[in-house]
């Protein structure tokens, strides 16, 4: 029997789950999602577990877990995909140097960070070519190894910490410049990443609540403020 758990970036629930069995908020047993609700779309998001009272849980159960290994079949051949390495040999989410892809990178953060949005491919021609690379190339480098994510036309949907698309999770920092996150671990982290002050705002995806953190110089002194639904 396989059992891979599949995250987010530093997720903050992953640790829950590698507590309560060896392996996070997304449980495959065999390449199967035991917990998975018809219909969810998947979703670069933190995910909730409902316990048997309603409560919402960032893990599944302990009493859940041991239900979806008891219905899998262990002694069945699993035609799961290979792990991948842990850490990108310990670069984490920075792009290796070679053939300008850590270029590419802190370009497109760069211009999230100063505008808000994503880069076009005009954006980033000329840093891709000063290492002899076209912007296609490049981002399709970047995308494969999951550095960001790329639409069906080839442009950039997201690069951790920023999403290019909508979410609950809204960041405005010192500068004005307001920027989506993809998740709300990733808000927290972008006024650290930059170094600056900022007022992250998200929507409580079960009470559909706003939330407003305030964080100075990546610090965040002030306890989360909920103003009521929006």
């Known amino acids: 029997m396989r059992v891979m758990v599949l995250t987010v970036p530093d997720c903050p629930n992953a640790p829950v789950v590698e507590e309560r ?29 409902r316990e048997s009272d309603g409560r919402a849980d960032g893990a599944p159960s302990i009493a859940d877990l041991r239900e979806a290994l008891n219905a899998a079949d262990a002694t069945a051949d699993c035609e ?12 984490g989410r920075l792009a290796p140097v070679a053939g300008g ?26 840093v891709a070519a000063t290492h002899g690379r076209t912007v296609i190339e490049a981002l ?17 949907r997201a690069a951790y910490p920023f999403s290019g698309a909508p979410t609950r999770h809204r960041v405005r920092l010192a500068s004005g410049i307001e920027a989506w996150s993809m998740c709300a671990v990733d808000a927290l982290g972008i006024p650290d990443m930059l170094g600056t002050d ?18 100075t110089q990546g610090r965040m002194p002030f306890l989360p403020r909920r103003t009521g639904r929006p």
Do not use: K, W
């Open 21 to 49: 069995m060896t392996g996070s908020p997304t449980v495959l047993i065999n390449g199967v999602d035991f917990f998975a609700v018809p219909g969810t779309p998947p979703s670069l998001s933190c995910r909730l577990y």
């Open 80 to 91: 799961c995909p290979p792990m991948d390495s842990a850490g990108r040999g310990g670069r």
């Open 101 to 126: 892809l850590r270029a590419v990178q802190q370009a497109v953060l760069r211009h999230f960070a100063a505008t808000g949005a994503a880069p076009s491919a005009g954006d980033l021609h000329a």
């Open 140 to 156: 399709t480098d970047l995308a494969a190894e999951d550095f960001l994510t790329l639409d069906d036309h080839g442009s950039i």
């Open 198 to 215: 900022a007022v992250i705002t998200s929507t409580d995806p079960v009470t559909g609540d706003t939330i407003t953190v305030t964080s």
